[in-house]
């Protein structure tokens, strides 16, 4: 294995356990609080590994674009913390280790094999309602109120073991908004430690994936 595929992983670790840790003490008291009538708001700074955009790239097993048509929020499993699931609609495959069998959104004509498909992203964090009150979970490297419905994204994802639904590699840094031609990093760890991609051309950033 690899450093950088070694960073990838250490990160994730370092996201699972920190979720189990104040996950426990986090997500008991987002539903012991809320059943006694009072919101939840809590923030949660993770120490995450710096990775380059070519340890993502070795990590990933789908480099996406696509735009987020639907974001819903959800208590974990035993009700730990807080995740958002992102409806994404697939426009461009850029990279794969494996197929993507495609999902046509309703509604929607398909334009050919992979061309039209919709994914579920799932990222740490969310706000819903618990027992009547509002509990709200903030990762602070990747708020999820700084990813917008109908805005359009880079994902470099990694397939889930079990389900259908796939995560972010390196943890948070594996989403890029696009506006303009132009891409931004939105993790705010990576973008501070490689400014170099900020705002960087488009075909610019795709030439460096090949």
Same mark, same amino acid.
């Given at each position: 294995?690899?450093?950088?595929?070694?960073?990838?992983?250490?990160?994730?670790?370092? &996201?699972?356990?920190?979720?189990?840790?104040?996950?426990?003490?986090?997500?008991?008291?987002?539903?012991?609080?809320?059943?006694?009538?009072?919101? $939840?708001?809590?923030?949660?700074?993770?120490?995450?590994?710096?990775?380059? &955009?070519?340890?993502?790239?070795?990590?990933?097993?789908? $480099?996406?674009?696509?735009?987020?048509?639907?974001?819903?929020?959800?208590?974990?499993?035993?009700?730990?913390?807080?995740?958002?699931? &992102?409806?994404?609609?697939?426009?461009?495959?850029?990279?794969?280790?494996?197929?993507?069998?495609?999902?046509?959104?309703?509604?929607?004509?398909?334009?050919?094999?992979?061309? &039209?498909?919709?994914?579920?992203?799932?990222?740490?964090?969310?706000?819903?309602?618990?027992?009547?009150?509002?509990?709200?979970?903030?990762?602070?490297?990747?708020?999820?109120?700084?990813?917008?419905?109908?805005?359009?994204?880079?994902?470099?994802?990694?397939?889930?073991?079990?389900?259908?639904?796939?995560?972010?590699?390196?943890?948070?840094?594996?989403?890029?908004?696009?506006?303009?031609?132009?891409?931004?990093?939105?993790?705010?760890?990576?973008?501070?430690?490689?400014?170099?991609? $900020?705002?960087?051309?488009?075909?610019?950033?795709?030439?460096?994936?090949?």
């Amino acid at each position: 294995m690899n450093k950088g595929c070694q960073r990838v992983i250490t990160a994730l670790f370092v &996201l699972v356990v920190l979720g189990a840790r104040t996950g426990s003490a986090a997500a008991q008291s987002i539903v012991e609080t809320t059943a006694q009538g009072k919101p $939840v708001d809590l923030a949660i700074q993770l120490e995450l590994p710096d990775v380059s &955009l070519a340890d993502l790239i070795t990590a990933a097993d789908l $480099v996406v674009q696509g735009t987020v048509r639907d974001m819903k929020s959800s208590l974990t499993t035993g009700g730990t913390s807080i995740n958002t699931d &992102l409806t994404v609609e697939v426009h461009r495959i850029l990279r794969a280790k494996q197929a993507l069998t495609p999902q046509p959104r309703a509604g929607a004509a398909q334009r050919g094999p992979g061309q &039209l498909a919709e994914i579920v992203v799932r990222v740490p964090g969310g706000e819903l309602d618990v027992n009547g009150q509002r509990a709200r979970v903030i990762y602070s490297d990747l708020p999820v109120s700084d990813i917008k419905r109908g805005a359009a994204y880079l994902f470099f994802l990694v397939a889930s073991p079990k389900g259908s639904e796939k995560f972010l590699a390196g943890t948070t840094a594996g989403i890029f908004h696009i506006g303009d031609g132009r891409v931004r990093p939105l993790a705010n760890q990576f973008r501070q430690s490689h400014r170099e991609l $900020v705002d960087i051309p488009l075909a610019d950033f795709e030439a460096r994936l090949r």
